[in-house]
């Protein structure tokens, strides 16, 4: 026996030529007897069916898909059936995937499809040559997004279905004058209205059009200028200096005036110029200094950020001079540093500990607390230090990984919002994932 995928579309179920119901793999295939296709279910083939030449002693071929061809832990079976899910749910609807699968969770459809299907080194080629095409067509313009013909359907109460509040997924549309049609629902147009009920009846219709035209005005000005996805439209504005961002913010009122491609040259221009004359400052900061050819200008951008260096660190230390005869004043200004480093600072948090007559609490012990084999060592030292048990850190920790990869970076108020408990170890936390690089800032 051989096994065999089934021929033509792989989402055709053929009828078995023996009971004339649809197939469900696995099912037989008559080697002998083609074309057409002989098939038959297990079910007839187990009663020995015969039809015309077709004979029960026929050589066979089992027909199923229960073999791996991308993935060993994905069959064939499945493969067909998460790209059949993926059609009928769209693309990004994991959740419903998983769902109509019944075999796969909503992670694995989703790593699957991302590694098999769109990261493929196989397709490398051809979206290069897409992305090239895109990039050559679009190259002259200065729009930095385009129209969302698919709209975000954010996760029900996150930060980013509050920031958009009374946005509708499936309008793609704002709420604005959602009840203008109230006002047509009872007006019936019949022979017997006089002249002035008739006029009254055209004047509410043609209010209703009016309003119509200024609520397709709004949806317009949102989609060509981008908004509609606002944490896009805020991550692209962030991408410019501050000072072109300031410029951004005061102009953005102008921006349906003068349209979607022209705000943004205007935009883009002033970026452009903002370049230029940093630039411009840096060279005439050479001449002042005598340079005359740029190897020269590295070795100077070198010895001016050592210098910088070192001037920061004469002026902490000055900063502690200062304070060094005044012990109230000494003992606050090594309180906010020991408070900055309290990771790297054992020994300072010590010193303060007996300097003050007050002992910090001791390190939390965690042998014996569930959780604590799925940290690594910084991980324990930091539920040590922060007097955390390894469950809850793994609970706070995953929160905050989930909402910057939603949001594509993640603010230490956001991190509070998210985790109620106090808000330096909320910091601390932050801090630490923030260095280890679990998330980043927005």
Known sequence: DSLLFSPGDPFDKPPCRGCSSYLTEPYVKCAECAPPPFLLCLQCFTRGFEYKKHQSDHTYEIMTSDFPVLDPNWTAQEEMSLLEAVMDCGFGNWQDVANQMCTKSKEECEKHYMKHFINNPLFASTLLNLKQAEEAQHHETAIPFHSADDPPRPTFDSLLSRDMAGYMPARADFEFDNYAEWDLRDIDFVEDDSDILHALKIAVVDIYHSRLKERQRRKKIIRDHGLINLRKFQILERRYPKEVQELYETMR???????????DKFIES?????????EIKRLQEYRAAGITNFCSAR??????????????????????????????????????????????????????????????????????????EKLNEKEKELCQMVRLVPGAYLEYKAALVNECNKQGGLRLAQARALIKIDVNKTRKIYDFLIREGYITKA
């Not at 002033?270 to 940093?278: G, M, Y």
């Open 270 to 278: 002033h970026a452009l110029e903002f370049e230029l004359r940093r």
């Open 299 to 372: 070795t100077y951008d070198h010895l001016k950020k050592s210098r910088d260096e070192e001037r920061l660190k004469r002026t902490m230390l000055s900063e502690v001079l200062q304070y060094i005869q005044d012990s109230s004043a000494c003992q606050q200004w090594l309180s906010r540093q020991a408070d900055i480093h309290l990771q790297s600072a054992p020994v300072l948090q010590h010193f303060l500990s007996h300097s003050t007559g007050r002992r910090s609490a001791p390190p939390l012990n965690l042998t014996g607390l569930p959780g604590t």
């Open 253 to 263: 009122r102008f921006a349906r005036i003068l349209g979607p491609v022209e705000h």
